[in-house]
């Protein structure tokens, strides 16, 4: 793929990713039985964090934005799958940065859950991929898409990116560095104005590039290319949000010691069969 292709896809992502946030928030209510907002209410609410003062300004939510913005673009272009994990990975960085430099206790307890959960998940997010590169021999992926073959080893993978897809977006059980019950919005708490739009649609971003990267590398089928590949990933794209956003309404919210206990046991495991599997050949 081109970059200017790429480019496009990743504008598109970005413009879209906070119309994915509303309808997950539409799906959410009317689980609830609510009405629920608007699908377009999250565009709503950023234009009006856009224009409201920002107390605690910081250039790490610019920042946390661009790691989500670039990470995006390099899966577009089906780059290198280490800048792709690198640049997710700076993003949560960035986010526990703020959260330590506000000095207030809530956020620091969010910042110090952020890191807890990316120690235990970003691991088997790489686990994941390093099997899928084991079997494709490079870390390129738009060879593992080219390879996407299925057998035991790529079932695990699939299987412990889909447990994993919940934390990684943030979402119920795994929404432990917010927890707006515990500690009032926790890494988001100090942040207001056009930080706090930046870090909400980060965020929004985020959540879509996990759905975006379990239906492009994990659910590659039917293989197709140019635009049909586009409409077709964001149609997967939507109906895992949508088994997202329903397995976050189901479940209550975990505490830390057990979201932990899960990853390692259950998470940990199943990724880290898919790379014996792999090494197998099977």
Known sequence: MSYLEAGIIT??????????????????ARIHSRMGPPIYQTYIDLFKLFGKEDITRSPLAVLYISCIASATFVLALQGDLISFIYLLTASSVCLVLYSLLMGNPFAAAGGAREVMMFVIVEPVMAAAF???AIKAGSFIISHLIVWSGVNISTIFAIVAMFLAMQAQMGKLPFDLAEAEQELIGGVFLEASGSTLALFKWGLALRQFLIAY?????????????GALLFLYTL???FIIIILAVTAEALFPRLRIDQALGFY????IAASFMAIAFSTLGV
């Open 213 to 225: 990267l379990i239906a492009f590398v994990f659910i590659p089928w039917p293989m197709v290319s």
């Open 11 to 28: 504008i598109l992502c970005i413009i879209s990713a906070p119309l994915f946030d509303g309808i997950m928030r539409k799906w959410r």
């Open 130 to 132: 390093l099997s899928y």
């Open 235 to 237: 149609i997967k794209t």
């Open 264 to 267: 390692a046991r259950v998470l």
